[in-house]
Nanobody, 115 residues
Framework: QVQLVESGGGLVQPGGSLRLSCAAS????????MGWYRQAPGKQRELVAA???????NYVDSVSGRFTISRDNAKNTVYLQMNSLKPEDTAVYYC?????????WGQGTQVTVSS
């Protein structure tokens, strides 16, 4: 059973930065595509960024140029570097496979962008 544990969220001012981490258990991490997702209050969960096992990346338009997804297969960890944060980035951020597996959603990590 794969477990995903997100960390690194917090309160940050507009224009600030945060780095999220997602630690995965299990031996399949290095061969699967991973994604970061977010859910804002009153909205559906959406894909933010994805990275393949070949390190190709893709981003939703609203974060392109500001967020960077990366992975360290030796540590079974995927990261999301978030720069130039905006209030509309406020959400709970989750990692999961890409496409997601509904059986492995973690607790997520709260990101709040506010002055």
């Amino acid at each position: 059973q794969v477990q995903l544990v997100e960390s690194g969220g917090g309160l940050v001012q507009p224009g600030g930065s945060l780095r999220l981490s997602c630690a995965a258990s299990g031996s399949i991490f290095s061969i699967v595509a991973m994604g970061w997702y977010r859910q804002a209050p009153g909205k559906q969960r959406e894909l933010v960024a994805a990275i393949t096992n070949g390190y190709r990346t893709n981003y939703v338009d609203s974060v392109s140029g500001r967020f960077t997804i990366s992975r360290d297969n030796a540590k079974n960890t995927v990261y999301l570097q978030m720069n130039s944060l905006k209030p509309e980035d406020t959400a709970v951020y989750y990692c999961n496979f890409f496409p997601p597996n509904n059986r492995v959603w973690g607790q997520g990590t709260q990101v709040t962008v506010s002055s």
